[in-house]
């Protein structure tokens, strides 16, 4: 400032004086805010590792429970069943295959198996000065006969005005009550400071590569058609690789604090890998089954698909389409105002849409198909970090986020479990609605 | 505490001395915010971030003026930065508005009160406000003003002058002062 007051301008003293004596208390979070960037960004932190934690444990628990099987391992111990969708019959370890539905429609070569008998299985509140006394109790001054005789508009401390505000700060007229217009143009600008609203309308998108970790139950059981030379880590028998999928959804955030966020939602999720196999001449494979009364089961059926050799290298696909309910919260961890950091976790109740699927047979030779065995509900966990940017009254974020699912793919019938992690970078842009 | 020891416990970031260093200082700064801001949440989001530079950078104060004046630096740069980051604010500043105010005339109030005035340079638009603000309050140059607003220095006069006229006028309507003798009702209204 190389400016003095010594232009002796009294109109500019009377300003300076006038406004010098003017004093606003803030709000508690004010404080708690700069106390908190000041000396606890290790407890957000902290919070952040525990849910990573949480998530990190529940994966583990669910993958190490023991599958225990016993009981009749005679294959196809029901005898006679028919697969609705393709018209295949069992009759013990007679396989008939209907020659016109042996395949399945889309698919890329492998025949239609056959399951054998299942179990059961910001707004803005205009008011005379007067009665603002709740939002203007801090303010020193009490309101006087000049504030009560225009209308002057304030923003209440709780809760905060939406996003999509416009308006004149003050609303002067003439006796007629014309608005001011444009003089008070400037006013009227989007309010870009930090969302205010308590709820939050989001929508995100997110670009998302599958990968999948194979577990299969062991030992290898005795009598069942699994080959001796084949048993072992199903990973080491199989090739698979990651491919891209989506993932798009929407959700309602509710601020609990200003740090604290939950969230509900709705979202669509496509995910998929690839697989490296061979064709091969129609051949029978089977894969054997847990059922409910744990004896063994066997799904069989003639396919042309080939996991280790064949005729000729085909790449085939996994496909899932996902519904889901993601429930959870958010946390910001570093910075005020504008930009933040934040992470966010929670669960996703999901339900199966469809799914094009190839199940490796249990001697690991063939692929097979059959959505019979793919499970309706599974729950997924997620964790997300992102950085938060507001602006324009949205507040628009970017950050990678992990998914992972806790149930297998496939039912508990089928042998190999089957867990899909994925990773992706999420975009999302949210407003306040109130 | 004195501010000696305040700033003495501020440079061992002691949160004890942070917050009555806060608790001496942000309402005054908080008036500050106020005057440039859109409205009080905003005032207080620039306050938050204007606090939180003060303690970052405490270690910079070099005891060569007030305390009060270069925390109030802090504060009015934080405002600014805050302000330029609006589109609207940025072409307002450098737009010269040449409607005038209509505002309804107000009985005489018996004592003139800070707030009044406070609120009276807020009915002005983002661009004169902000001017008026670090020129006439802040004791800005218009030189220094320009540079900060990224303006000619000329505008800023003009901005100014423009601004002081309505503030005057709005002022006069709400009898806060008298047309016919402005400065001599402004002075005798200093002791108010």
């Not at chain 1, 179990?119 to 603002?132: G, I």
């Not at chain 2, 405490?58 to 060569?64: A, D, K, L, M, S």
Request: proline residues 5%; contains cysteine.
């Amino acid at each position: 400032m190389d400016r003095n007051f010594n232009d002796n301008d009294d109109f500019e003293e009377f300003l300076k004086q006038k406004a010098d004596q003017y004093k606003i208390y803030p709000a508690d979070r004010v404080w708690n805010n700069i106390y908190r960037s000041l000396h606890h960004p290790g407890r957000w932190i902290g919070l952040g590792l525990l849910i990573i934690l949480t998530g990190t444990s529940l994966l583990i628990g669910k993958n190490s429970i023991p599958v225990s099987f016993s009981g009749d391992l005679h294959p196809a111990s029901h005898p006679a069943a028919v697969n609705h969708a393709t018209g295949l019959q069992i009759n013990g370890d007679a396989i008939r295959p209907a020659p016109t539905s042996a395949r399945i429609p889309g698919g890329k070569g492998a025949a239609m198996a056959v399951l054998m008998p299942r179990t059961n299985a910001a707004s803005v509140s205009v008011t005379p000065l007067h009665q603002q006394a709740d939002h203007q109790a801090v303010l020193p001054e009490p309101a006087d006969e000049v504030s009560s005789s225009y209308t002057l508009i304030t923003l209440p401390l709780r809760p905060r005005p939406t996003a999509s505000l416009v308006i004149p700060a003050l609303k002067f007229t003439e006796h007629n009550d014309k608005p001011v217009e444009p003089a008070m143009a400037a006013f009227r600008r989007p309010v870009t400071s930090p969302a205010p609203g308590k709820f939050m309308l989001q929508f995100y998108a997110s670009s998302m590569i599958s990968y999948r970790r194979l577990t299969s139950d062991k030992p290898a059981l005795t009598g069942t058609p699994v080959s001796s030379q084949y048993a072992g880590n199903v990973n080491s028998y199989v090739h698979h690789k990651p491919a891209a999928g989506f993932e798009l959804g929407g959700k309602l955030l509710y601020r609990l604090s200003d740090n604290l966020t939950v969230y509900g939602g709705a979202q669509l999720n496509y995910s998929r890998y690839y697989i490296d196999a061979f064709s091969y001449k129609a051949e029978k494979a089977s894969i054997a089954l847990n059922n409910k009364s744990f004896s063994a089961d066997t799904l069989s059926g003639y396919t042309s698909i080939r996991n280790l050799s064949g005729f000729a290298p085909e790449q085939l696909q996994n496909q899932y389409w996902q519904l889901s309910v993601p429930l959870g919260m958010e946390i910001a961890l570093l910075g005020h105002g504008r930009l933040q950091f934040n992470i966010g976790g929670g669960v996703q109740p999901t339900l199966l849409l469809n799914s094009n699927a190839y199940l490796i047979s249990s001697d690991y030779k063939n692929y097979l198909q059959s959505p019979d065995l793919a499970r309706r509900f599974n729950v997924h966990t997620n964790f997300e970090a992102f950085v938060s940017y507001k602006a324009g009254g949205m507040k628009w974020q970017l950050g990678p986020q992990f998914r992972s699912q806790l149930l297998s793919s496939y039912s508990n019938q089928y042998k190999v479990k089957e867990y899909l992690t994925e990773f992706g970078i999420k975009f999302a842009v949210s407003k306040s609605i109130r | 505490m004195t501010e000696d020891s305040i700033l003495k416990g501020c440079l061992k970031n002691e949160a004890a001395a942070q917050k009555e260093l806060y608790g001496r200082y942000s309402p005054k700064m908080l008036a500050v915010c106020y005057r440039f801001a859109h409205n009080r949440e905003d005032a207080e989001d620039m306050l938050q971030e204007g606090f939180i530079k003060v303690f970052s950078q405490i270690h910079t104060f070099r005891n060569q003026g007030a305390f009060e004046g270069w925390i109030r630096r802090i504060i009015v740069h934080t405002c600014i930065n805050n302000l330029k980051k609006n589109r609207k604010f940025n072409e307002s500043v450098d737009i010269i508005h040449a409607t005038g105010l209509q505002v309804r005339e107000e009985s005489v109030p018996s004592i003139v009160q800070a707030k009044q005035v406070v609120e009276c340079i807020r009915i002005l638009p983002i661009g004169y406000r902000t001017v008026l603000n670090l020129y006439a309050i802040e004791g800005y140059s218009h030189r220094e003003i320009g540079n900060m607003l990224a303006i000619e220095e000329s505008t800023s006069r003009s901005q100014y002058t423009r601004a002081k006229q309505m503030l005057e006028e709005i002022l006069v309507k709400k009898k806060i002062i008298q047309q016919t003798a402005k400065k001599a009702n402004l002075l005798s209204s200093f002791g108010t």
